[in-house]
């Protein structure tokens, strides 16, 4: 049996494998629980973008600071938050990782560097520059990573936080999710230049293509990146090409501003289903190791639900806590 793929151990690729399955069967039973009425407020789901923050995240430790989406469960996921904390925070349960304060946009995690996901598009880019320059200043070797969407890269915050830590050669990582959408409105309309690596150059720092459903991909070129910026190479902006296979949020629509040919070309290329047949093709893992990682994802899974359901309500009395005005 083969012991690596792409120079990483079986233990690696494997580790890959299941945290971009735990990202998509929490995701499927998040959609469940939308439908069932079991989730107050919006629910955006990352399913078809699993690799993205899965490849990213691989590379970052706690002190790390990542700064997230409205679309930022998988980010959360991926950087350590367990499955039973996130689903109880979108149930709005005090036991959540935001003390069901945060639910679907708004999760928040200091405690493994987690610093916030935002329904606001384009602030977690200069956040996240402004934890570089902290980490710059405290000279060690910790970076932080802003994941956005597409629509993110029409906002003043981008020019700004780009701009800003390429003039001060922040430890910074830009990953641009473009999943080609802003909510409905397609990235063709809303900019003429769509190849946003390419918009990199003007602010003098690198910027790299990446095939955004491919995890062994995304976690090489981001660890090189990552690794740059902890020596002092300054930041990096990734363009990730993918595609969200379920609608904007859900109880929206799925189809109308795309069509039905164009998603089912994008689950054909699924980062999960890939990277499986890749393991079994060069005899890195077989099926029955697959099967069971499916198993044991499942049984995760469940029991998060269980967790969430059986969690009590937050305390109406602490409705003023954690807020900066107590309201006297």
């Known amino acids: 049996m083969a012991e690596s793929i792409n120079h990483l151990s079986k233990e690696q690729v494997l580790s890959l494998y299941l945290t971009m399955l735990t990202i998509r069967r929490t ?57 039973e904390e996130l689903i109880a925070d979108l149930y709005g349960k005090v036991t ?5 304060r945060g639910g679907s946009m708004h999760l928040f ?9 935002s329904g606001i598009v384009g602030p977690c880019i200069l956040q996240a520059a402004g934890a570089g320059y902290s980490f710059q200043l405290l000279g060690n070797e910790n970076v932080s990573v802003a994941f956005f969407g597409d629509g993110g890269v029409s906002n003043g915050a981008f020019h700004e936080g780009l ?54 991909e995304v976690h090489r070129i981001a660890g090189e990146a990552i690794q740059r910026a902890r020596d002092g190479g300054g930041p990096t902006l990734l363009d990730c090409k993918t595609y969200r296979t379920r609608p904007h949020a859900e109880g929206m629509r799925d189809g109308g501003y795309r069509t039905v040919e164009d998603i089912e070309a994008w689950k054909a290329r699924d980062p999960i289903e890939q990277l499986g047949e890749r393991l079994v093709a060069d005899n890195v893992a077989t099926d029955d190791e697959l099967d069971d990682a499916e198993s044991k994802i499942t049984v995760l ?27 006297s």
């Open 163 to 216: 701009n800003l830590a390429a003039i001060w050669d922040l430890p910074t990582i830009f990953v641009l999710e473009d999943n080609q959408f802003a909510t409905e409105v397609a990235f063709t309309y809303s900019a003429k230049n769509t190849d946003v690596a390419k918009r990199a150059e003007g602010y003098g720092i690198q910027g790299i293509t990446v095939d955004g459903n491919n995890v062994l």
């Open 27 to 83: 995701e499927e039973q998040l959609a469940r629980s939308y439908a069932a009425g079991k989730i107050p407020g919006a629910c955006h789901t990352y399913v078809g973008e699993e690799a993205i923050a899965t490849g990213v995240c691989a590379h970052l430790s706690k002190e790390d600071a990542v700064f997230s989406t409205h679309r930022g469960h998988g980010h959360a996921l991926a950087k350590g938050v367990p499955v």
């Open 301 to 327: 899974v469940e029991n998060g639900v269980a967790f969430a359901e059986e969690s009590p309500w937050p305390d109406p009395s602490t409705v003023m806590d954690h807020i900066f005005s107590d309201g």
């Open 96 to 100: 959540g990782c935001s003390q069901g």
């Open 109 to 117: 995690s200091p405690e493994i560097g987690l610093m916030g996901t």
